[in-house]
């Protein structure tokens, strides 16, 4: 697997030097259909090239492509757009069967040109099998990641108070409009001593040495902890969110602009809103519930009462609406507000 996976490195830099080259030499744009032609003769300078399942070298050529078409569609939208870049050793992790070539049987999976390989199956799979990619981790773990295909679940009828809208923070994980609370586990900053001690470690091994590279594993195991915890927890979330709920509301969050406020960034990356919204969002299609994202402007000033804008600073916890004279927690506001919103932006047969 390591092998392939050098292989796979060599093909991604390989294509992406040939499609760079053409575009500044000859202005010409070169298709992932004709990167796939020059395999063949890859293959005849570079025998090795063989002992890679083919559909596997052509998901790489597929890689470069959507990375192209990244860059070019950031381009057109006026963003800064980061230029596709060339692998080094240790900068790919994964390869993908993307149609056949595996088979998984009896606490084995056969992967074509590479073999059997014991297989620790956490749960059974459900559905078809449509796809296969094999991920390294970091701290040297291999995980077989599985795409499968379901059949459309029929949407379960609404029942009294089977709607919610979550509003996420810092203080608290998350409100519902419900009115209830999830604390905020904070794994990184419960992390934050150890990983700095062993940090420290490796940042006074010498580079080169086995002392530097076993100082770096460690340093690689407590961020998987953290990110593993913080996985962990957001499936917990989830799977009790789409338990009891036929509709989801969040608030459509700009996470990357939020994280310029470096007072805050730290903290927001610790709870990781996006991992609850994406888990929640696909967890729920399986269930036939309906996530829904919503314009979060001014859903913490305006008022679920009467709807007039209240001014508030970070440091105001409670909503004291003037108008009306609600006094109502300020997230728990907010998720009241997101929740209207997510209805609205329903269809009307909805």
């Given at each position: 697997?390591?092998?392939?996976?050098?292989?796979?490195?060599?093909?991604?830099?390989?294509?992406?030097?040939?499609?760079?080259?053409?575009?500044?030499?000859?202005?010409?744009?070169?298709?992932?259909?004709?990167?796939?032609?020059?395999?063949?003769?890859?293959?005849?300078d570079k025998p090795e090239l063989s002992d890679v399942f083919s559909q596997t070298l052509q998901n790489v050529q597929e890689r470069v492509d959507l990375a192209f078409k990244a860059f070019f569609r950031r381009v057109k939208a006026g963003e800064e757009p980061g230029?596709?870049?060339f692998r080094g050793r240790g900068w790919y992790?994964?390869?993908?069967?993307?149609?056949?070539g595996f088979k998984l049987d009896s606490g084995k999976l056969h992967l074509s040109k590479i073999g059997d390989i014991k297989i620790k199956l956490h749960r059974q799979i459900e559905g078809r099998i449509k796809r296969l990619t094999i991920r390294r981790a970091p701290t040297g773990k291999w995980f077989a990641c599985f795409s499968v295909e379901?059949?459309?679940?029929?949407?379960?009828?609404?029942?009294?108070?089977?709607?919610v809208g979550i509003d996420v923070g810092l203080a608290s994980f998350a409100t519902l409009s419900n009115g209830e609370k999830i604390p905020n586990p904070r794994f990184f900053r419960d992390e934050e001593k150890e990983l700095a001690r062993v940090q420290r470690k490796l940042s006074k091994?010498?580079?080169?040495?086995?002392?530097?590279?076993?100082a770096l594993k460690v340093v690689e195991r407590v961020h998987e902890r953290i990110a593993n915890k913080r996985y962990e927890f957001a499936h917990q979330v989830s799977r009790g969110l789409v338990n009891r709920f036929g509709l989801i509301a969040f608030e459509d969050l700009n996470?990357?602009?939020?994280?310029?406020n470096h007072c805050l960034a730290k903290s927001i990356s610790d709870v990781a809103w996006n991992m609850l919204?994406?888990?929640?969002s696909y967890k729920a299609a399986n269930a036939g519930s309906i996530v829904v994202l919503?314009?979060?402007?001014?859903?913490?000033k305006m008022c679920s009462r009467c709807g007039i804008l209240v001014e508030k600073t970070l440091a105001d916890r409670v909503h004291n609406c003037s108008g009306c004279g609600l006094s109502l927690d300020r997230d728990w506001n907010a998720a009241i507000n997101i929740l209207r919103l997510g209805l609205q932006s329903l269809p009307i047969n909805g």
């Open positions: 697997m390591e092998r392939t996976l050098d292989l796979c490195r060599w093909t991604y830099n390989q294509t992406l030097a040939y499609r760079k080259d053409s575009f500044e030499k000859e202005g010409k744009s070169i298709s992932k259909y004709e990167t796939n032609a020059l395999l063949p003769d890859w293959k005849s230029y596709p870049r992790d994964s390869f993908t069967y993307p149609q056949k379901l059949d459309d679940l029929p949407k379960p009828p609404w029942k009294d108070g089977s709607i091994a010498a580079k080169g040495t086995p002392e530097r590279k076993a996470i990357k602009n939020m994280l310029q919204v994406t888990v929640t919503v314009d979060p402007r001014n859903t913490s």
